[in-house]
Nanobody, 121 residues
Framework: QVQLVESGGGLVQAGGSLRLSCVAS????????MGWFRQAPGKEREFVAT????????YYADSVKGRFTISRDMAKNTVYLQMNSLKSEDTAVYYC??????????????WGQGTQVTLSS
């Protein structure tokens, strides 16, 4: 049973930084891509970033490119999302995801429970 457990969310001022973590367990993730999605109040869930577990190749949504960085620590089975220059529109619940390479990054198989990120002005 794959489990994805996020942490690191909280209240942060606009312009600040936050790092989210996701501990993954339940299988080996070779051949998988890990990712982050978010859902703001009243909006649809949207893709944020993805990284391949073995190769480390990354891809970002245009809205976060240059501000967010996704990374992984294979020894710790952990995926990170470093968020810098945060804006009010980054307020959302952030979800960690996992899915096999070869399937769409837009529809991952596994989801964490989410962690809230709230920007204050």
């Amino acid at each position: 049973q794959v489990q994805l457990v996020e942490s690191g969310g909280g209240l942060v001022q606009a312009g600040g930084s936050l790092r989210l973590s996701c501990v993954a367990s339940g299988r080996t993730f070779g051949g998988y891509r890990m990712g982050w999605f978010r859902q703001a109040p009243g909006k649809e869930r949207e893709f944020v970033a993805t990284i391949t577990w073995i190769g480390g190749g990354t891809y970002y949504a245009d809205s976060v490119k240059g501000r967010f960085t996704i990374s992984r620590d294979m020894a710790k089975n952990t995926v990170y999302l470093q968020m810098n220059s945060l804006k009010s529109e980054d307020t959302a619940v952030y979800y960690c995801t996992a899915g096999p390479i070869g399937t769409s990054y837009k529809t991952p198989n596994y989801w964490g429970q989410g962690t809230q990120v709230t920007l204050s002005s």
